[in-house]
């Protein structure tokens, strides 16, 4: 049987998306051996741009069926190889909320450039004011972009980072021929086994300093509702998923509320008009949240959401 | 003509940059750099938040170690709002730092490290990688992926989240220890124990010896060095005690989190975006090869370099041979990898330890009554990749009002740098040069683990 070819690259990304793959485990072992080429994956693989000994002036890829990429895209050596990758590769797929949403990193959004340098180069504590450098790196881009923005995207796993369920359903679908593999368009809630109580009356939001209530000895399905005991839970304008098919969401089953990770429900959902929505239903004045950019985008500041301030 | 090389992406470490070597007329290197070519803003964006988030936001900074920057951080933003933690608390922290240190030593040496020591530098690029080693090695292979994999369930399934981790909070952690989750934890670490132990026989006695020669040139240099102690007898310490800066003679100065200002500058060249910490107390930064200024280095070379011993016993057994064969200290770059796998013995050791604690099952794992303030607070831990010093400032609603992050791999800007220069001088002769050779280069970069 011959292999299928996949090339896989990072963007402004952190790695957590590539040691997700790993974590699929013997199953990816076993897809190694016997079904997947990767041509390409700078984390493993000694494959180089301009040539193994640097010579070329062009960048280049090689071709593949499948491309995975993880990060947004924030400078232009960013883009270039996003490029590259959608031309010699088939089916494209944006592995991580980065690339599907912008991720954590797309919170400088809000930021301009110069507050950036600013304190990087000259204001902290611990630097020795300088000129801001501009040799032989690339420049960065006026904010940073989810995948979509750039390129014509196939297959979207979001997740910080996705769990390994979805990574290895899309690849098995994609080897049985299939060019779709959607994930659900549910919530994190739909996939929570807490107990909803659904009385109006949470006196006060509660801070992530301030712990939830419930007994260690006692399973999740015994466990009140974190948004109902005043927590700023997210769950209920996040995309469902991070327990991968099955298992329950990750941050309510270490006891602390979601985060909005897997970015927003569906494509084109306003997390931001819902979730007050959300806090009003269990009896919550939405105008006293703190912080609310801080919370409502923090996974997903491209497509525009996150603007700059002044 | 002279030329340049550019050689990108580097391959086989976490993060995004590049080198480029230039020759002069006569082939000969006349400059060598690497070119960090990514700027993401952490410090800036998490201004304005609750300085309890911060820990739920910088994980991102590394997907390889986001456990250390999880603990690190909570460790800033308790000493913001001026928490003391309760024992248990502190001790599930320790043993998540060991835990997550644990498959990371295991992922470096075997898949990002020894394809240059298994395979050889020269073998060709589309072998001289984990697959390749799966064919060279397919048994050894097969159990370094179920270790590695069996490291991340175990801590998974206790925290819920073992990539960007949640469960460390503001005063503690999110949930006790059950009895049972211990007594599998700890299965499972005893396995990874002699799994540690039979790794490090295996590289100090097959691996490293064939390669004494290339480590006896590559990237060699004097410097400083930078690690944590325990401050009662100096032992290495992987998650908290004082810091140590020893000059390239060995004498050092060691000193609290707070007082890093005084003992680190950061310096900025025009070509990369990584700035490049030194050493404030050599006055200035020289990134000369021969007579390096200002220069430390950090992460597991260094650790070994500054502790007094190591914290558990068969660890100090390998430190004792480790020593007796190479000083105290040493400058030998390729040591790193093999300095990595004595840590990973003491952290094996160490969870161990933790694991038959009493207090690690206690129910008192968070403090109570934790309230908003204005405050200053530094918290470092030591990654595998080099110490994380998160410096933050909050006001009267505990909101995040300054943060200066110095991560691992920053430490080793300079260093790394000068690591590229030297072996590309001693490697690259009157135009001559190959694939081989460059990634001898490389491999000089690859031993800091970035
Ligand atoms: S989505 Fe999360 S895990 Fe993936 S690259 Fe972005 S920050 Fe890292
Ligand atoms: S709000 Fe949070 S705790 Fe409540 S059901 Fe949704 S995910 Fe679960
Ligand atoms: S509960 Fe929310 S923040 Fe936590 S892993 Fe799931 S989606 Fe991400």
């Known amino acids: 049987m011959t292999k299928v070819t996949v090339a896989e690259e990072w963007l402004n990304a952190c790695a957590g998306c590539e040691i997700a793959i790993l974590n699929v485990g013997d199953v990816l072992v076993d897809l190694l051996v016997n079904n997947l080429e990767f041509v390409h994956i700078p984390v493993l693989i000694d494959k180089k741009y301009f040539g193994q000994t640097g010579e070329d002036k062009e960048l280049s890829i090689p071709e593949a069926v499948v491309g995975i990429v993880s990060g947004g895209v924030r400078n232009e050596e960013h883009k270039e190889v996003l490029l590259e990758m959608r031309k010699k590769c088939q089916i494209l797929i944006a592995l991580g909320t980065c690339a599907t949403d912008g991720g954590i990193p797309a919170m400088i959004n809000m930021y301009s450039e110069e507050e950036l340098k600013q304190f990087y180069y000259k204001d902290s504590p611990t630097t020795d004011p300088a000129e801001y450098p501009t040799e032989h790196i690339p420049p960065l881009l006026d904010q940073c972009y989810a995948l979509d923005e750039i390129v014509k995207v196939d297959v979207s796993l979001p997740g910080c980072p996705p769990h390994p369920d979805w990574i290895a359903g899309a690849i098995l679908a994609l080897l049985d021929g299939k060019t779709e593999f959607k994930m659900p368009e549910r919530s994190v809630c739909d996939a929570c086994p807490t107990v909803r109580e659904s009385k109006k009356g949470i006196a006060d939001i509660k801070r992530l300093y301030m712990a939830a209530e419930y007994d260690p000895e006692k399973p999740l399905n015994e466990m009140r509702c974190l948004l109902e005991q005043g927590l700023l839970c997210l769950g209920p304008v996040t995309g469902v998923g991070c327990g991968g098919t099955k298992g329950a969401p990750r941050c309510i089953s270490a006891r602390v509320p979601c985060r909005g990770c897997y970015g927003p429900v569906r494509k084109g959902a306003k997390p931001l008009v819902d979730y007050m929505g959300a806090l009003a239903s269990v009896g919550f004045d939405p105008a006293k949240m703190p912080d609310r950019r801080g919370y409502l985008a923090r996974f997903s500041g491209a497509h525009g959401v996150l603007k700059k301030i002044g | ?450």
């Open chain 2, 1 to 450: 003509m002279g030329k340049t090389l550019n050689i990108a992406p580097i391959t086989r470490i976490e993060g995004h940059a590049s080198v480029s070597i230039h020759l002069d007329d006569t082939g000969n290197v006349s400059d060598a750099r690497m070119h960090v070519l990514s700027l993401r803003g952490f410090e800036q964006f998490v201004l304005g938040r609750p300085v309890e988030e911060v820990p739920r936001i910088v994980p991102r900074i590394c997907g390889i170690c986001p456990w250390h920057h999880h603990l690190a951080s909570n460790k800033a933003a308790d000493a913001c709002l001026g928490v003391e933690l309760p024992p248990t608390g502190r001790k599930l922290r320790e043993l998540c730092q060991m835990m997550a240190y644990i498959p990371d030593k295991i992922l470096h040496f075997y898949f990002l490290a020894a394809p240059d020591f298994v395979l050889g530098p020269d073998a060709d690029y589309s072998v001289r990688n984990v697959v390749g080693i799966v064919g060279a090695n397919p048994e050894l292979a097969k159990k370094v992926v179920h270790m590695r994999y069996k490291g991340q369930m175990l801590l998974e399934k206790f925290a819920g989240k073992v990539i960007h981790p949640v469960a460390g909070v503001v005063g503690g952690f999110s949930k006790p220890l059950l009895e049972e989750e211990r007594k599998e934890i700890l299965a499972g670490i005893q396995e990874l124990k002699d799994f540690s132990i039979f790794t490090i026989k295996f590289a100090r006695e097959e691996v490293f010896p064939k390669y004494l020669d290339a480590v006896k040139i590559l990237g060699v240099f004097p410097s400083g060095y930078l690690g944590t102690v325990r401050p009662s007898d100096g032992a290495l310490e992987l998650y908290d005690g004082e810091l140590r800066m020893m000059d390239k003679d060995g004498n050092f100065d060691q000193f609290t989190y707070p007082e890093y200002v005084d003992y680190i500058g950061e310096h900025t060249e025009p070509w990369t975006y990584l700035k490049f910490p030194y050493s404030r107390k050599a006055g200035s930064l020289n990134l000369d090869e021969n007579d390096p200024v200002g220069v430390y280095r950090a992460n597991t070379l260094a650790r070994i370099n500054v502790c007094d011993k190591m914290a558990t016993p068969m660890a100090q057994e390998e430190l004792e041979i480790f020593r007796k064969e190479f000083g105290r200290p040493t400058h030998l770059t390729l040591l790193y990898h093999w300095a990595r796998l004595i840590e990973l013995v003491q952290a094996c050791e160490r969870a161990e330890e933790l694991l038959n604690d009493p207090e690690i099952t206690g129910r008192e794992h968070r403090a109570k009554n934790i309230e908003p303030r204005a405050g200053d607070g530094v918290g470092c831990v030591e990654a595998p990749r080099g110490t994380l010093i998160h410096h933050y400032k909050t006001d009267d609603n505990g909101m995040v009002t300054m943060a200066n992050m110095i991560v691992g791999t920053t430490h080793n800007n300079a260093p790394m740098n000068l690591s590229v220069k030297q072996a590309a001088r001693a490697l690259i002769k009157d135009g001559s040069y190959d694939q081989g050779i460059l990634n001898r280069v490389e491999m000089a970069i690859r031993a800091y683990d970035p």
